[in-house]
């Protein structure tokens, strides 16, 4: 394998079409402002560079990043690649991933909008992530220990399962298909709108109007904090450990709860049951 080591490149296309190729604490910088450094290589290993210009990483295959870092200069730097493995690497330019499949990203910091867009086959741990419309069309993805913060995420997303994650954002899930949550905390406003074959477990949920037009919605002793006006027009089985604002015309489906504030049964449609808990029996239908 060729080694590079301590240049810099900023030209044009610098290293197009490289192969089987080892790159070490290199910038991609300068006053030549050239775009698309790596385009159609493979098998390319990177370690500890510098990434401050535009298109890197397109129609790569079998590529390694390790403790580098892309700007915020550093735009849409991977797209139509396959297999790629990022680690302790710093991703902060727009747009940083799309459509590529078989990523895995570990130790990771991400502050990119349009992160992730159909991108099929991801992993990410140990990762730390900002963003705008993170991962919408996302296919089989597989998240632990993620710290996301940002608005729109996970829209339109198929087959994800994440655990011991944090997320802090809004319409969140929302048309979401075949997707499992555990041991999460989940934190916005009309979360999972839409959502299809979606299960939470052992999750906390907090922030008004969750869960609605919800199709095969399951929860599993889950949280409910500030929440109102939850589960309208839902098909939804749940088991919530904590009292309830309000609930809103649950379409079918039996919800168990200890306690609500407030039941909105006013729509001849809503056919859902609410159970409190501490009676077992209470038919809302």
């Known amino acids: ?8 490149f900023d ?28 385009k159609e290589s493979a098998d390319i290993l990177v370690e500890n560079c510098f990434f401050n210009l535009r298109y890197p990483f397109w129609h790569d295959h079998n590529l390694t990043i390790r403790d580098s870092e892309m700007t ?9 690649s ?17 459509e590529c499949s078989d990523v895995n990203i570990t130790g990771c910091d991400i502050i990119s909008p349009e992160f992730g867009w159909s991108t099929k086959g991801i992993q990410m741990q140990n990762c730390t992530a900002e963003s705008e419309y993170f991962l919408m069309r996302g296919e089989d993805i597989r998240f632990s220990h993620v710290n996301f913060r940002g608005k729109y995420s996970f829209q339109y997303i ?32 009309y979360l999972a709108w839409y959502a299809d074959g979606l299960t939470l477990q052992n999750c906390k ?3 008004t109007q969750p869960f609605c037009y919800c199709k ?20 939804v089985n749940a088991t919530i450990t904590t009292p309830v604002i309000s609930i809103k015309n649950p379409r079918s489906g039996t919800i168990v709860v200890p306690a609500v504030d407030e039941l909105i049964m006013d729509d001849k449609q809503a056919k859902g049951k609410v159970v409190l808990q501490a009676e077992k029996k209470t038919d809302c239908a």
């Open 82 to 98: 396959t297999h790629i493995t990022i680690t302790n690497t710093k991703m902060h330019g727009i747009k940083a991933l799309r």
């Open 72 to 80: 915020q200069l550093c735009r849409a730097a991977l797209w139509y």
């Open 216 to 235: 095969n919605l399951t929860l599993i002793d889950c949280e409910m904090v500030d929440t109102d006006l939850c589960f309208e027009k839902s098909d």
């Open 1 to 8: 394998m060729n080694v590079i080591e301590h240049q810099q």
């Open 158 to 189: 198929q087959n994800g399962t994440f655990d011991h994650c944090t997320f802090d954002t809004k319409d969140a899930f929302w048309h979401a298909k075949n997707v499992t949550v555990k041991n999460s905390v989940i934190k916005g406003e």
């Open 11 to 38: 030209e044009e296309r610098a290293l197009y079409g490289s192969q089987a190729v080892t790159v070490r604490h290199c910038a991609f910088d300068g006053p030549a402002d050239g775009e698309s450094a790596f």
């Open 205 to 207: 949920i907090i922030g």
